[in-house]
């Protein structure tokens, strides 16, 4: 069974810096998709940024970044130039991209607030 | 509609009694999940329908829990003599179809309360 796991609860940084958000998976499979969707108040999951573990390149979206070490299972999260409404929950997720189990696997959420 | 659309917002209830949670998806997304989110707590998957079939149930915590979707469209999640425990946040998704590329839109939600 795969697992995920963010290790930070909680985490803050001020408006403007840069902050990377850890992950770690655990899996026996050599393809599969990592995703990193952000929940704010509002409790509306939003995609952020997805990666494809066939494509070595890692992602980005915008001010948004990820590190991507397959050997390492490691799925990091890089948002520069934090903004006010960058505040929200952050959730790393798993699908493997074989069989017919279509289950998205979640970390528990690290809690991301930006200051003023 | 623009997004996925759950209803009610918020449901409060007594225990034992049984309730039904509404989701309406994207117009064309064949793909349909739902998902339990606890307090403090990651998303814990529940069931996913491909058009109106769910292939697999084995997520649904008990067998007091029920899910169905009719053409191709409206789901709906049903717990029947409700507990305390089934408090929580109810997330439905849907994606435009049953590819694990395919990213997964979620509505705002159902936070139900048992008494």
């Known amino acids: 069974a795969q697992t995920v796991t963010q290790s930070q609860p909680e985490m803050s940084v001020q408006e403007a810096e840069t902050v990377t958000l850890s992950c770690t998976y655990d899996?026996?499979?050599?393809?599969?998709?990592l995703f990193w969707y952000k929940q704010p108040p509002s409790r509306q999951m939003i995609l952020v940024i997805r990666q494809e573990a066939y494509k070595q390149q890692n992602a980005t979206e915008n001010r948004f970044s990820v590190n991507f070490q397959k050997a390492a299972k490691s799925f990091s999260l890089k948002i520069s130039d934090s903004q006010l409404g960058d505040t929200a929950m952050y959730f790393c997720?798993?699908?493997?991209?074989?069989?017919?189990?279509?289950?998205?696997?979640f970390g528990k959420g690290t809690l991301l607030t930006v200051n003023p | 509609g623009a997004g996925v659309s759950q209803s009610p917002s918020n449901k409060v209830t007594e225990k034992g009694k049984d309730v039904e949670l509404r989701c309406d998806p994207i117009?064309?997304?064949?793909?349909l999940y739902w998902y339990r989110q606890r307090l403090g707590q990651g998303l814990e998957f529940l069931i996913y329908?491909?058009?109106?079939?769910?292939?697999?149930k084995s997520g649904l915590p008990s067998d007091r829990f029920s899910a169905e979707r009719t053409g191709e469209s409206v789901s709906t999640l049903t717990i029947q003599r409700t507990q305390q425990e089934d408090s929580a946040v109810y997330l439905c998704?849907?994606?435009?179809?049953?590819?694990?590329?395919?990213?997964?839109?979620f509505g705002d939600g159902t936070r139900l309360s048992i008494l």
């Open positions: 117009s064309g997304h064949t793909a």
């Open positions: 899996t026996s499979e050599n393809n599969y998709y």
């Open positions: 329908f491909q058009g109106n079939s769910a292939p697999d």
């Open positions: 997720a798993f699908i493997s991209s074989g069989g017919s189990n279509y289950k998205l696997t």
């Open positions: 998704a849907s994606s435009l179809g049953l590819a694990k590329n395919q990213p997964q839109h």
